[in-house]
């Protein structure tokens, strides 16, 4: 699970500035969780080679000073819960008020490093008034402006260097991993709980690194893999959105981490607005996909009903069609196995690794029937293709005009691979470059 670095602090000190700031230009996963009284976003940054997850715990409620305060604290226990590092941050040109004086008091209840920002620090003279942020009890500060990037890159040092020295779950190096989502109530622990049941093979069951995912080694098929449960996330907690915010995080830190998602629909419900958001994320991270309608058992059926589904789901994910949808029953224990197999599947297409010389067989006299339309009146030769050393399917198809190959033409492309080939329930990418 990757290390979360949380921004705290009150209302206008530069917090969602500085968040901005730290967020990698070409993000996977930019995001945000409306509550009731505020946005909350997350993000991943990374910062001399490590990779990390920011939240910015948003901004508050005008209003009384009570609800103010009933709202700081349960943002700091958040994130005295979730961070790995909290970052403090307060306002220069303000100084030191009473409401940085109670979060800093609020605070203190951690053993996690805690790290005092003195934003909006744009010259030297501001650097010397920092000086009564000392009051506030921190061995040293950190003087910084969001805006312009000063003092920035010392933080993130600071930051980083209370990160556990791993950043991944190196004890299941080389695993398959797959995470279930879904929304709560789906069937996601009755689904592991049914595979645990019935598989006497398990090897280990290891608590996750987050208290409230459940990662589980089997042994199946020959096979290792891992499974990643994030169903243990519904802890009761008095507010809503906070639970739905972290069960969101928690679930995007699960999908970052595995190889293939399982995203578990309840028959009963379709595809639900939180089911697209998790498969939106699966998407952006590149990881393979297989739905899962479940509750099968409570579906009155006639012999239309699997395709009627089938439908209605593609319409929803459309235009991604290639992704494997199953019927179970995890309370009955109908096509459990038949899930997983299709997950190993997944993973294996995600592998899939195809020779340049095959590629090139296949994909260039396709290409030659269905060329891309020439553009005025230059023709667009492709000659050679070959699919791209990287984790996740790439191809690249050079030719002598690649900028005028659009959008619709790649996708023919795109679904010519696909029906030659086994990369259902997995992105593909494909490329044009200069031969
Ligand atoms: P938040 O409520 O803590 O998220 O604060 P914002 O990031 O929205 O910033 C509040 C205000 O402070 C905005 O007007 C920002 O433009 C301004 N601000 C943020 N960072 C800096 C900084 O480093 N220097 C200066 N001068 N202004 C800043
Ligand atoms: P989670 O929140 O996604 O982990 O969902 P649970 O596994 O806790 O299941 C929620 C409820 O749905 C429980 O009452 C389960 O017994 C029930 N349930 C789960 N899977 C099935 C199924 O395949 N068929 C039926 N009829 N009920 C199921």
């Not at 670095?5 to 995001?31: C, E, H, W, Y």
């Not at 010389?357 to 396709?366: A, G, K, N, R, T």
């Not at 659009?406 to 990418?429: A, C, M, T």
């Amino acid at each position: 699970m990757s290390n979360i670095v949380a921004l705290v602090g009150r209302p206008n000190v530069g917090k969602s500035t500085l968040f901005n700031r730290m967020l990698k230009k070409r993000q996977a996963i930019v995001d945000s969780v409306a509550g009731v009284t505020r946005d909350r976003h997350y993000g991943k940054s990374d910062w001399n080679g490590r990779e990390f997850t920011v939240i910015d715990t948003g901004g508050y409620i005008e209003g009384s000073d009570d609800a103010f305060e009933g709202e700081i604290r349960k943002q700091v226990e958040l994130a005295i819960e979730e961070a790995t590092v909290i970052l403090f941050v307060v306002d220069n040109q303000i100084g030191l008020t009473d409401m940085d004086k109670e979060v800093s008091r609020l605070l203190q209840k951690t053993d996690k490093p805690v790290l005092l920002v003195v934003n909006k620090v744009e010259t030297n003279k501001n650097r010397l008034d920092a000086v009564e942020f000392y009051e506030l009890g921190f061995e040293r500060y950190y003087t910084i402006s969001a805006m312009d990037g000063s003092g920035t890159g010392d933080l993130l040092d600071a930051a980083i260097s209370h990160f556990s020295p791993e950043v991944h779950v190196d004890k299941f190096e080389g695993l398959p991993k797959f995470t279930i989502a879904g929304r709560p109530n789906a069937g996601k622990s009755t689904f592991t709980n049914a595979l645990l049941g019935v598989d006497r093979n398990i090897v280990t069951d290891i608590a996750g690194t987050t208290r409230d995912s459940i990662e589980t080694i089997y042994n199946k098929f020959g096979q290792e893999f891992v499974l990643i449960d994030t169903a243990g996330m519904r802890k009761k907690r008095n507010v809503e959105e906070d639970l739905e915010f972290y069960s969101v995080m928690r679930a995007v830190r699960a999908i970052e981490d595995s190889d293939v998602v399982l995203l578990m629909l309840d028959a009963q419900r379709g595809i639900e607005s939180q089911d697209m958001k998790i498969f939106q994320l699966a998407q952006k991270n590149r990881k393979g996909l297989v739905i899962l309608v479940n509750k099968w058992d409570l579906v009155e059926k006639d012999s239309y009903t699997m395709n009627e589904f089938e439908d209605q789901i593609k319409r929803k994910i459309s235009p991604f069609t290639d992704i494997p949808i199953l019927f179970i029953s995890a309370l009955t224990k109908q096509r459990i196995f038949k899930a997983v197999e299709l997950a190993m599947r997944v993973y294996e297409n995600r592998n899939r690794r195809i020779k340049t010389s095959e590629l090139i067989d296949v994909m260039i006299p396709i290409i030659n029937a269905t060329p891309p339309p020439a553009v005025r009146g230059k023709y667009i030769k492709i000659k050679y293709a070959t699919q791209l050393p990287t984790k996740t399917p790439q191809f690249a198809f050079f030719a002598n005009f690649p900028q005028h190959v659009k959008e619709p033409y790649k996708r023919f492309i795109e679904n010519q691979i696909r029906e030659r080939f086994d990369f259902s329930g997995v992105p593909i990418q494909v490329h044009f470059r200069k031969k």
